[in-house]
């Protein structure tokens, strides 16, 4: 059952804005005099923007590693929504909750999200620190739920120059490790079976585990095996580890681990989102860091597609 927050109409935004009372919206992080511009501007439709690991909380104003999550999500939002073009979708892997996923902190994440959808469709996926049935629960109303029976947070999805494969690693809320799941690696081999000639992105919440890990995907080896068996995977973009890198799979797929927009693990890593803009044989990923001195700051990773 995906989730995806499908964008807004002005007038739907201003209508839910009022209604809603939000804490904060388009109105505060855009002035009311440039909102026509926001809605007027141009979509870039090979262009995606990536949050990961917002950890967002009930309470807006929880600190978690001298980080206050709610002030770091809302500068990047306002970033996003000062960008000269729209992008074609926003995804957000992962960690969306605090710690265990409660109610309220989907609540507020909700609010704080919210401008982004006068941008763009919103994707979001889960984490080791989300609840399955309480994000759902979360997000009524909004959810475009496909008939599935995998009960996980999957989908896909197409852009002009790629198909997108969102896939949901939470096994057991807060605790480290994740899981794809045979059902769901058979679903994803079903689903690359049918789409064989476009390149394929796959995104998911947890880092591959090495030998010797213990916080990464738990069948990481099946999902390595699958990825290589499918030429056309390209990438697999995933967070978890709080550490933006990028790295190549002896594959040749490209392994982009997200920073986070939250708090990072150690110290001097940067925090912030991604902007990923796919051309025909690769992408570029920039890194739009929260500190703007941050040496990788608006650093752009040009990366090329490995040949089929
Ligand atoms: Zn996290």
New binding site residues.
């Given amino acids: 059952m995906p989730v995806t927050l499908p964008q807004l109409t002005r007038r739907e935004f201003l209508k839910r804005a009022a209604l809603a009372g939000l804490g904060m919206g388009l109105v505060e992080l855009v002035p009311p005099k440039s909102q026509a511009g926001l809605f007027g501007k141009s979509r870039d439709k090979n262009t995606f923007a990536f949050f990961?690991?917002t950890?967002i909380a009930a309470d807006a104003t929880l600190k978690h590693s001298n980080v206050n999550m709610a002030d770091n999500l809302a500068a990047c939002v306002r970033e996003l929504a000062a960008w000269p073009v729209k992008p074609a979708a926003v995804i957000v892997n992962?960690?969306l909750a605090f710690q265990s996923g409660r109610p309220g902190d989907y609540a507020t994440f909700g609010k704080w999200i919210e401008p982004v959808r006068a941008l763009a469709p919103v994707h979001l996926s889960l984490?080791?620190?989300d609840e399955r049935e309480n994000f759902w629960q979360a997000f009524p109303h909004d959810a475009t739920r496909q008939s599935s029976t995998l009960h996980r947070q999957a989908t896909v999805f197409s852009s002009d120059r790629a198909n997108w494969f969102l896939l949901d690693s939470l096994d057991a809320t807060d605790t480290a490790p994740g899981e794809f799941g045979t059902a769901q690696l058979d679903w994803l081999a079903r689903e690359l079976t049918a789409r064989p000639d476009k390149p394929a992105i796959l995104v998911g919440h947890h880092n591959l585990q090495a030998p010797d890990g213990t916080t990464g995907l738990k069948d990481s080896a099946a999902f390595e095996e699958l990825f290589a068996r499918h030429r056309q995977v390209k990438a697999f973009i995933f967070?978890?580890t709080?550490n933006w890198h990028v790295e190549q799979h002896a594959s040749g797929v490209l392994l982009v681990n997200l920073p986070?927009t939250?708090y990072v693990f150690k110290e001097g890593r940067p925090s912030g989102w991604v902007r990923a803009t796919l051309a025909r044989d690769g992408a570029e990923f920039e890194l739009r860091s929260l500190d703007p001195q941050h040496p990788e700051h608006a650093q752009i990773k040009r990366l090329k597609w490995s040949e089929d």
């Fill in positions: 990961s690991d950890h992962g960690d984490g080791n620190h967070g978890h709080h986070p939250g």
